[in-house]
């Protein structure tokens, strides 16, 4: 079994700042592409930053400049530092990694999501 355990979500006034935390645990033997998206209600889900498997990192264009992901592999965690946020940043967010465990393929998981609400 692997999980996903998204913490830092919660609200925010305009301007402040949040930092998501996703840590994967279970019979892991490697973490590859991990990112962040996010829903809104009434919306589809999104991309908002990617790091692929040796490749470079990318994100969706309204958040350049003010998010940062990153990865502990040795912790087998993953962040999204969201910075300057705006009431349109408000939505649940969700981590997603490709993860291979022993004795099985690699495949996607998903964390459960957490709510961001960015409001005065």
């Known amino acids: 079994q692997v999980q996903l355990v998204e913490s830092g979500g919660g609200l925010v006034q305009p301007g402040g700042s949040l930092r998501l935390s996703c840590a994967a645990s279970?019979?892991?033997?490697?973490?590859?592409?991990v990112g962040w998206y996010r829903q809104a209600p009434g919306k589809q889900r999104e991309l908002v930053a990617f790091?692929?498997?040796?490749?470079?990192?990318n994100y969706v264009d309204s958040v350049k400049g003010r998010f940062t992901i990153s990865r502990d592999n040795a912790k087998n965690t993953v962040y999204l530092q969201m910075n300057s946020l705006k009431p349109e940043d408000t939505a649940v967010y969700f981590c997603y990694a490709e993860i291979k465990r022993y004795g099985f393929p690699t495949r996607g998981y998903w964390g459960q999501g957490t709510q961001v609400t960015v409001s005065s």
């Open positions: 790091i692929p498997s040796g490749g470079i990192t």
């Open positions: 279970g019979s892991i033997s490697s973490i590859n592409a």
